[in-house]
C-alpha cells in the first residue's frame, strides 16, 4: 500500500536531509522549506522512512 507523506512546514528548518536521502520524493520549494514532489511508492517507503528518521525537527509525516 502507498502511504501518504506530508512535511509539516511550521516544523521544517530547511536543512535538507530528506532531499539529500530521497531526492525522488522531496524537494526544497521556493519557500526554503521541503516538499513532497512525487507519489510515494511501495518502492519509495524505505528511502522514505530513513528520510522521516533523518529529519532533526520530525516534520515528516508517514501515515
Ligand atoms: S529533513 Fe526535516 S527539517 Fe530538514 S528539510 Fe527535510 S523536512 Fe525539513
Do not use: H, W
Not at 536521502?21 to 511508492?41: H, L, R, Y
Not at 522512512?49 to 529529519?55: F, K, L, P, R, V
Amino acid at each position: 500500500m502507498a502511504k501518504k507523506v506530508t512535511v509539516d512546514k511550521d516544523l521544517c528548518i530547511g536543512c535538507g536531509a530528506c532531499t539529500g536521502i530521497c531526492s525522488n520524493i522531496f524537494a526544497i520549494g521556493d519557500d526554503g522549506k521541503a516538499e513532497v514532489i512525487a507519489e510515494v511508492t511501495d518502492a519509495d517507503q524505505e528511502s522514505v522512512q530513513a528520510a522521516a528518521d533523518s529529519c532533526p525537527v520530525q516534520a515528516i509525516k508517514i501515515d
